[in-house]
């Protein structure tokens, strides 16, 4: 089956680190992202990466794959309350169809 | 960058009337449109792969004939909702499948629009 679970909060102090994860079960997935959702509005791609890398650092993001767990995170550093949105990682394979995880919610506060 | 525009962004109509809704590529060519639906507090549901020039694909459990999709251009796919009903209120997504080579490449990625909230009364 194509499930992608996420947890479904998570509140961090401004300035800190922020750290959102997801699972998904489909081993053969060739690409994985992250998208972020402010309220109200569409998807904005914030990162991606190939299912042949273990980690990618675009800025203050980075990414870390563990294809054996089949797991995904997604780390922001020096979180701001402009970083305050649902993020959603996707899977894709092979194919340009996503399915997308459950999403969370990062809540900032100062 | 890519930039996939939809209107309109928001929408009321009656119960039984049917809604239009468009999807554009702005400064691209997209042979591959996507429609998603999005309930409140929850994630995207893909319901649809929209071809340009042929048949769009739908998910599993989405009716064709209630969500009609047309893909007329390389960048203009719509969704026309029909004889809406309060439970077909929803945000509806589109996005676009394109990107700087054109093509399926490692460059290339969905990019989204802004969205449209449908309200059935």
């Known amino acids: 089956g194509e499930d992608v679970e996420q947890s479904l909060f998570l509140s961090v102090r401004e300035g800190d680190s922020s750290v959102i994860n997801c699972t998904y079960t489909?081993?053969?997935?060739?690409?994985l992202y992250w998208y972020k959702q402010e309220p109200g509005a569409g998807l904005q791609l914030l990162t991606y990466?190939?299912?042949?890398?273990d980690m990618k650092q675009d800025q203050r993001l980075t990414v870390l794959l563990n294809k054996k767990d089949k797991h995904l995170s997604l780390r922001i550093a020096d979180t701001q309350t402009g970083d305050s949105a649902i993020y959603f990682c996707?899977?894709?394979?092979?194919?340009?169809?996503?399915?997308f995880g459950t999403g969370t919610r990062l809540q900032v506060f100062p | 960058g890519a930039v996939v525009s939809q209107h309109p962004s928001r929408v009321i109509c009656k119960s039984g009337t049917s809604v239009k809704i468009e999807c554009r590529s702005l400064?691209?060519?997209?042979?591959?449109m996507f429609w998603y639906r999005q309930f409140p507090k929850k994630s995207l549901m893909l319901m649809a792969t929209?071809?340009?020039?042929?048949?769009?694909?739908?998910e599993q459990g989405v009716e064709k004939d209630k969500f009609l999709i047309n893909h007329a251009s390389l960048t203009l796919s719509t969704l026309t909702v029909t004889s809406a009903h309060p439970e077909d209120s929803s945000f509806y997504i589109c996005?676009?499948?394109?990107?700087?080579?054109?093509?399926?490449?490692?460059?290339?990625?969905?990019?989204f629009g802004p969205g449209t909230r449908l309200t059935v009364l």
């Open positions: 996005s676009a499948w394109g990107g700087l080579a054109g093509g399926p490449s490692s460059t290339d990625t969905q990019y």
């Open positions: 489909d081993s053969s997935s060739t690409y």
């Open positions: 990466i190939f299912s042949n890398m």
């Open positions: 996707a899977e894709a394979w092979n194919t340009d169809k996503l399915i």
């Open positions: 400064d691209f060519q997209a042979t591959t």
């Open positions: 929209s071809n340009e020039g042929s048949k769009a694909t739908y």
